[in-house]
């Protein structure tokens, strides 16, 4: 068993000011209690990280109350010393336990109404617990206010997102003299997961990376089989890295040995809708928009029924969150707000070609935290 990391002195008036912000927005929100298990959000607001397990934690958040946290024993000593109000109800080993130290929290918490739950995070074991310790609650989904909350990175998030955009980056040059006709997938894969960890990633990465090549790489989503390279195919790397929580997630293709001109002529195509949608990237800017750049492009050249999905997507303590760069999105990009920008072709039976960088919203503009070369980089065999 392991320990988690200590609350540093630094950051802990970090949390009460997340959690004054959050009160700020369940006062407006339909619910004002919020009730969140292990994940990004809890760590967000309170630095506490808990296993998902057999064994339910819930913390509630309510306005003008300490947070309320339901927890194993054994995970007592986490609360020993938290710099922010909070009371907290333990169980032990008996499940049997478990639905009257629900009770009593819920009673604590005083919940009557509304209680907001993250919909794509919280387990049927807690909300079962939670329904049946306070009948008179209506589970609504919390994913706008929380979204709310975390869209916009501080400088500290934003300098830890770097440092996970330089890891993989850094892990992706050091696998390049290993790629060759012959070598399959799953040993591309390998080697870019033990260069991630040997760059200084956490051990944890936001997905397992993404190594396809040939008509493997037509799926946006593939995961690494026993296919070796060979002549003529494209190779589609996507892949990323946590540092201290915080993710990158990247995506370069590149060409084995010699590739039918068509190929070329694609990933020339998604390389000119990267920067596209990169261009008009903004402050005051609909979500939407950059989308429509990309799409624009892919669309002008012939190949827009093979452009399958949106352009991009938020990246922070997820590698999937808000903002999503989808059509039609009005949501108003500002300044913090930290995405991929992600456009693709792919020829079903045949290659695909993505080019993904991660940016953040300036005050001015954007910037691009990933540098690696977007043109489609020949593998001589």
């Not at 309510?62 to 009371?87: C, G, I, N």
């Not at 990465?205 to 995961?223: K, Q, R, T």
């Not at 999105?329 to 920008?341: A, D, K, R, S």
Request: proline fraction near 8%.
């Amino acid at each position: 068993m392991t320990s988690d990391p200590p609350i540093q002195a630094e950051n802990q008036s970090m949390f009460i000011d997340r959690q004054n912000r959050l009160n700020n927005i369940l006062r407006q929100s339909s619910s004002n209690v919020l009730a969140l298990n292990p994940g990004p959000s809890l760590v967000y607001l309170t630095g506490l990280h808990f296993h998902l397990m057999e064994r339910p934690v819930i913390a509630y958040f309510s306005p003008d109350q300490p947070v309320t946290l339901v927890l194993p024993e054994l995970e007592a000593a986490k609360t020993a010393h938290l710099p922010f109000p909070a009371r907290t109800y333990l169980y032990g080993e008996d499940p049997t336990a478990w639905p009257s130290v629900f009770r009593q929290a819920a009673q604590a918490v005083e919940i009557e109404g509304p209680v907001g739950v993250e919909p794509t995070r919280l387990r049927y074991l807690e909300l079962n617990l939670i329904e049946n310790s306070a009948p008179q609650a209506k589970i609504v989904s919390a994913e706008a206010s929380l979204a709310e909350m975390r869209m916009r990175k501080d400088p500290g998030e934003l300098a830890l997102m770097r440092r996970a955009v330089d890891i993989a980056q850094r892990a992706l040059t050091n696998i390049l003299p290993i790629i060759r006709e012959g070598i399959n997938e799953h040993e591309v894969a390998a080697e870019l997961t033990l260069q991630l960890l040997r760059a200084g990633a956490d051990a944890e990465a936001p997905f397992a990376p993404i190594v396809s090549s040939g008509p493997n790489s037509a799926n946006p989503h593939a995961m690494p089989s026993d296919r070796q390279l060979g002549s003529g195919d494209l190779l589609v790397i996507d892949w990323g890295a946590y540092y201290q929580g915080y993710c990158s997630d990247l995506t370069r293709t590149f060409a084995i040995g010699e590739v039918d001109p068509e190929l070329r002529k694609i990933a020339k195509i998604v390389k000119d809708a990267n920067q596209a949608s990169r261009d008009v990237c903004a402050p005051g800017v609909p979500a939407g928009a950059v989308d429509a750049a990309a799409r624009t492009v892919i669309e002008k050249a012939g190949y827009g029924e093979y452009f399958t999905h949106r352009t991009g997507h938020g990246l922070g303590m997820e590698g999937h969150e808000a903002p999503y760069m989808r059509a039609g999105n009005p949501l108003i990009l500002e300044p913090g707000m930290t995405f991929t920008v992600e456009p693709g072709i792919y020829l079903p039976d045949r290659n695909g070609v993505r080019i993904e960088d991660n940016v953040v919203i300036t005050e001015t503009g954007c910037e691009t935290l990933s540098t690696l070369p977007r043109y489609l980089i020949t593998i001589d065999v």
